[in-house]
Structure formats: C-alpha cells, structure tokens
C-alpha cells in the first residue's frame, strides 16, 4: 500500500510542475501604451546591442537628467539596462521628477526583447 501512495505522490508533484510550466511562457506585452522604450546604458553597451527602435538615455551620463526631464512625465516608459540595477535607478529618478505614466523595469537586454517583443539589433 505505501507503493501506491508513494507512486501517487510523485504522479501528483509532477502534474503540478508540468502545470506551472505552462505558466512561465507568455507573449510579449502589447506595446501601444508606451511611448518609448528607453535603454540606460552606456553608449559602448548599447553599441553592443539594443532593441530596435529603443531610445539610449545613459543613465551614467552628465545629460541623463535633462533627457529624462524633457519626456512627457504622463506617458508610460520601459526601461532596460544590462541587469535591471540602472533601469531600477532611473525608474526611481523618473517617479522622484514627477512621472506618473506606468514605469516598467524590463531588467537586461535579453528580457526586455523577450517582454517587448522587439528584436536586438547593432
């Protein structure tokens, strides 16, 4: 009897990780809503690879502020770097200059393409 239990046990945790599987799969969200996708990293790491059509606003930079300040504070941003740790810094840079759109942190170069669907160019 503690073979059948032992054999349902396992039947069930690996339908639930097969399920939870499923879940970590999404498509990209829809873009409409943003005004710009902006890329905070220097102008070596973006000559590196960026997303096609994303604005290089180097957050490292003397202008950084007088960019981000010459936005539209209503609209709502995407903003990637190469870990999420300077997309985090702008975002909250943004938030304290009076921005009220939504502000996505996408992390790295990779998991922005993968949530915005846009492709890395050089």
Same mark, same amino acid.
């Given at each position: 009897?503690?073979k059948f239990f032992k054999f349902l046990a396992a039947? #069930?945790? $690996? %339908?639930?990780?097969?399920?939870?599987?499923?879940?970590?799969? !999404?498509?990209?969200?829809?873009? !409409?809503?943003?005004? *710009? %996708?902006?890329?905070?990293? !220097?102008?070596?790491?973006?000559?590196? &690879?960026h997303l096609d059509g994303a604005v290089n606003i180097d957050l490292q930079s003397a202008d +950084? *502020?007088? =960019?981000?300040?010459? #936005?539209?504070?209503? $609209?709502?941003?995407?903003?990637?770097?190469?870990?999420?740790?300077? *997309? /985090?810094?702008?975002? =909250?840079?943004?938030? /304290? $200059?009076? +921005?009220?759109?939504? #502000?996505?942190?996408? &992390? /790295?170069?990779?998991? $922005?393409?993968?949530? !915005? &669907?846009? =492709? %890395?160019?050089?």
């Amino acid at each position: 009897m503690s073979k059948f239990f032992k054999f349902l046990a396992a039947s #069930l945790i $690996a %339908v639930f990780a097969v399920s939870s599987l499923s879940g970590c799969a !999404t498509a990209p969200m829809e873009m !409409t809503g943003f005004s *710009a %996708v902006i890329d905070v990293r !220097t102008a070596e790491e973006w000559a590196s &690879g960026h997303l096609d059509g994303a604005v290089n606003i180097d957050l490292q930079s003397a202008d +950084f *502020a007088s =960019k981000i300040d010459a #936005l539209e504070h209503a $609209a709502n941003y995407v903003i990637y770097c190469h870990s999420g740790n300077r *997309a /985090g810094q702008a975002i =909250k840079y943004m938030e /304290g $200059a009076g +921005f009220t759109g939504e #502000l996505i942190n996408a &992390g /790295g170069v990779s998991d $922005a393409a993968s949530m !915005t &669907g846009m =492709k %890395v160019v050089q």
